[in-house]
C-alpha cells in the first residue's frame, strides 16, 4: 500500500465538519491536488481550494457522497463518487450520489471542461475515502481496545480477526466523528480496486428515462415570467433603434426593451467571451408568446463594422498560408535543405469551416435579482467567473451573488461562455421579477462563440529508402493560431518547422470539444497517410518507425515534445491487433492516431460496401490509453459519443457567412449527424497501465475525422481534403 | 384565448391559451410537464416528442387547438414508475450522456415498437431519423431498442 501525505497540507483540503447530526462527515476538496502548472494555480480563484465535496456515513451504514460538479453528459456525477467510494471500501449498492447544495457558503462550485475533471479529482477524491476509512478504523480500535492497523475493512464492514469483533460502518460512523483527522492515509493498490473498473450505470439513469427537471430550461418558479433576446442579425451589427410599442401591446408581453449587456468600462472575465454589448429584450408570461413577439418586432441594427463572408475569410486564412512568419513557433534542422535534397515531396492543404456547438438544449438561465440579493440558476460551467461580471454589471458585492447549476443538456465547450448569465441578471434587475431567459435554437445558432475555420498547408519530404527528413507545417485560423508546434511528428522529424498564424475576425469564436486537435489531428493524420504511401510503407509501420525514432534518438529536447512516444506507439499497435489491420476483409479502412488532453486514442475505421458516394461507417476499432478507467460502461459511452461527433460533423456541417449574416439558424440547414448515418459498430479497447487517469471526454473525436477521409480514400480513390466532406461529391470512383 | 381540455396522461386538463400556441409549450409552461424538450421548435430533431393516439408527434408543431380529444402521452405518462420496457431497456444499456434527447427518443421508440414489435436495423433507424442526439448515443438507443423488443 501506498502511504500518501498531501503536498498542501491535508488539514487544508479535508475536515471533519461535524455538520451532521450522527455519523461521520468529511467535507473536501477534489482541486486541492491537482497537478497544474504555477500558472494555473495562481489563475484559480482562492475559494476553489475550499471545501467542495461531501461525504457522510450514517448511522445505517449508508454512504452519501455530495458532489457539487455540474454534469455535462461526461458521466463525472458518477465517476468521481466511484473513486470515493473505492478507497472508502464499501459496498456500491450502498452509497447515494447527491447533488450538492451549491447555495451554501461551505460549497463552492467547479468548472467542468477540458477532461479534466477525473484527472484533477483523482487524488483529493481517493483520500476522502481513505481518511473516512481510516478514521472509522480508528474508532473501532477504540471501542475494541486493539490497534487499528490490524483491523481491516471489506465492503463497508470492520473487522478484527485475532479478537473476533466486527461492526458495520454504520456502528462507527458516529464514534468517527470524534477521532482527529489523520496526517497520513494508505491508498489501495490498483490491482486491489473492486469499484474502479467496474461498469457502473449512470446514477441519473432513471431520472433522465422518466424525464424528471433536471435542466437549467426546466426552470419554472412562482412568478417567474419568461425573456427572450433578440440580438444582431449579422456580426459586425450594433443596435440603432426599434419601435417596441405595436409589440409591447402583444398578449402576454410585459415589456420590450433594449438594454446594455456590457457597458462601457465592465471589467469582463474570460467567460464573457462573445458576449454581445447591446440587446433588445422581450418579456412575458410565456415562451409562446414571447416567440410571436420576437417575429412581429422590428429592430433597427447599423454596420459598424466590417461586413464578412465565408469567401472573405476563405481568401484571407489561403494568403496566410502563403506567408511566412516572422517567427516560427518550433524551428528544428533546416527544411528548406532538406527540400532540397529530398528523393519526393508531398504538399497538401486541409480545411474546416466554422462549426456551432449546438447544445440540444439551447443557453438559458433563471435570473432573480432583488436588491438584497441576485439568486441564479441554470447550466454554465464557469459560475465563479460569472458571478464577477454580474456583480460589476449590477453593482452589488459579489457575496450577494449566487450562482446554482443545473445538469446541462450538453457543453463541447459552449457553456465555459456566459454572457447569457449577465444578460439573464439584467434582465431581471430590470423588471423587478424572477425570469428565465431562453435563446430559441435561431438565437443559439446565429449567437456566435463558434469553432473557428481553419486552414493548414503540410510539406513533407522523403529520401531515396522513404524516410521522412523534413515536414513544414503552417497553419491558420479565425481568432485561433491553431498549431501544437510541440505535438508529434516534432521530435520524431530531423528538419522540422511549424509557423501558425491568426486572423482576426469579428465572428465570435471559442473552445469546442477538443479546441484545435478536432481540426489539426484530422489534416495531420490524412497527411500523414499521404506522405506513407509516397515512401511505399504500411501507414501503421510509418507512423511505427516515426515513433521509434522519438522514443531512441529524438530530436531536440525530448522534454519539450508534448507527448509520449512509448504511450502513442502501443495504441496504434493495439489497434493494429484487435482490428486485425492485415486482414480488412476487401473493407475500405483508414487508420489515425493521436493524442490530446493527456490520453492517446488509434483508431481503424472500415467502410460499409458499396454505399454510394458518401459511404457509411461499418465499425470503427478505437484504441484508447487514458490511464485507469474509473468507469468502463460511462467511458465507453464518451468515446462513442466521440467518434460520432467527429464522424458527423467533418461529414456534414458547417457555419457559414453572407455579410456578417449566419446562413444556417436550425436543423433544417444546419445538418448534424443522424441514426442512419452513424457508424454501425464501434469498439472500444482500453490501455491497462495503471496511470492515472486521464481525459475521456474529448480525446477520440480528432483522430476519427482522419481515420475516416483516410478510408474514404480508399473507397473512392480521393483524398478528402476540406470539411464537410458531404460537399467534396461527386468523388472520382475508381 | 380560448379553453380547451385536453387528455393527457390519462387525465382530462383544461388549458386557457392561444389557439396556435404549440402543444410543447402548453405542455411545459401551462402544465408543469416539462419531461418534454425544446431543441429546435420546428420539428427537426424529435426532442419534443409525443404520442398523440400513439403516434409519435413533434409536439413544437401541434397546435392546442389541433388536439381535440386525441390521446396525449408525454414521457411522464409512458409508464408509472419508469418500467416501460423502453425505459428499462435505456437503463440496462446506460443510453443517457447529457440525456436531453433522450425523452424524445424514447418517446419515438416505444411508439415504433408498439406498432412493429421486432423491427430490423433499417427499421430502428428509419423511425429514430428524426431524433437528433448531440452527444451521439445513437449506436446504444439502436442497442436498446433492440433489448425492448426482446423483452
Ligand atoms: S423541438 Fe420539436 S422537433 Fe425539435
Ligand atoms: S444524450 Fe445529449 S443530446 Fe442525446
Redesign the interface.
Known sequence: MTLVKTKIGRRAFIRNTGLASGGLVIGFSWLASCKMTPEQVSSLPKEWFELNGFLKVGDNGMVTIMSPNPEIGQNIKTAMPMIVAEELDVAWKNVIVEQAPLNTDIFTRQLAGGSQSIRQGWESLRMAGATAKQMLKEAAAQAWGVSANEITTKEGILSHEASGNSAGYGEMASAAASIEVPEEVQLKETKDFSIIGTETKNVDGKKIVTGQPLYGLDVYKEGMLTAMIVHPPAFGMTYKGMNADTVKSMPGIKDVFHFEVYPEGIEKQWSDQGGIPELVAIVGDSTWECMQAKKALEVEWEQTSKAESTAYHEEELLALLEKPTETPARKDGDVEAAFKNAAKIVESTYSAPYLAHNTMEPMNFFAHVTPEKAELLGPIQTPEFAEKTVAARLGMPVEKIDIMMTRMGGGFGRRLYGPFVIEAAVISQKMNAPIKLVYTREDDMTQGTYRPSYKVKYKAGLDADGNLIAWHVRGAGTNDSLIFEDRFPAGAVDNYLAEKHSLNTNVTTGAWRAPRSNFIAGAEQAFMDEVAEASGKDPIEFRLELFDRAINNPVGDPKKNDYDPERYAGVLKLVKEKSDWANSNGKARGVSAYFCHDSYVAQVLDLEDGGGDMPRVEKVFCAVDCGIVINPLGAKNQIEGGIIDGVGHSTFSAMSFNDGKPEQSNFDRYRLIRHSEAPKNIEVHFVDNGIDPTGLGEPSLPPVVAALSNALYKATGRRYYNQPFINERPPLVG | ?AIFTLNINGKKQEVD??P???ML?VL???L???????????A??G?CTIHMDGTATRACMLTVSSVGNSEIT???G??EE?DHPV?QA??EV?V????????GQ?MTASALLAKNPNPS??E???A??G????????????KAVKLAANS
Open positions: 384565448m391559451v392561444d396556435s400556441t404549440p409549450w411545459r409552461d401551462h408543469n410537464l416539462v419531461g418534454t424538450k425544446y431543441g429546435c421548435g420546428i427537426q430533431c426532442a408525454t414521457i411522464e409512458l409508464s419508469g425505459q435505456w437503463l446506460d443517457p450522456q447529457c440525456g436531453y434527447c433522450q425523452a424514447i436495423d433499417e430502428i433507424e428509419m429514430m431519423n431524433n437528433i442526439c448531440r452527444c451521439g448515443t445513437y449506436t446504444r438507443i439502436k
